[in-house]
């Protein structure tokens, strides 16, 4: 029977440091991406005759992406 010495390896070893400082870097850079929020755009007034299409933004984007 063999008796080992260490349960802990060298490459066991790094690839823990290398996950702690992963998720150390991720835990600074996290909370300056939760605190900036998009701005909410302003809801536009139904129109009174009914209807309701707008030519937005998201719309002409969407426009731009079917052309052939």
């Known amino acids: 029977m063999s008796s080992k010495t260490s349960s802990l390896s060298r490459r066991s070893l790094f690839s823990g440091v290398a996950t ?11 909370p300056g991406v939760v605190k900036s929020t ?8 139904k129109p009174t005759r009914g209807g309701g299409y707008s030519l937005s933004e998201h719309v002409q984007q969407y426009y731009k992406t079917t052309r052939v």
Not at 22 to 30: F, G, P, S
């Open 20 to 30: 702690v400082g992963a998720v150390a870097a991720a835990t600074a850079v996290l």
């Open 38 to 45: 998009a701005p909410v755009a302003a809801a536009l007034p």
